[in-house]
């Protein structure tokens, strides 16, 4: 048996997929801006809690 890939015809339209990839990229990046928001919370708090601790 050979070991070469070969291609199947895909059930889904070129639109639809380019369309799913779109709102996949999309989502991704509003998690990333969600993840840095939290990020930047996280790093604020800590510093905050930081100069609790040293004001004791």
């Known amino acids: 048996m050979p070991n070469q890939p070969f291609e199947v015809a895909s059930p889904f339209d070129d639109a639809d997929i380019a369309e799913n990839m779109i709102e996949a ?32």
């Open 25 to 56: 990229v999309v989502d991704d990046g509003q998690d990333s801006q969600s993840l840095e928001i939290n990020l930047r919370r996280a790093q604020a708090e800590h510093a905050e809690n930081l100069r609790l601790a040293r004001a004791l």
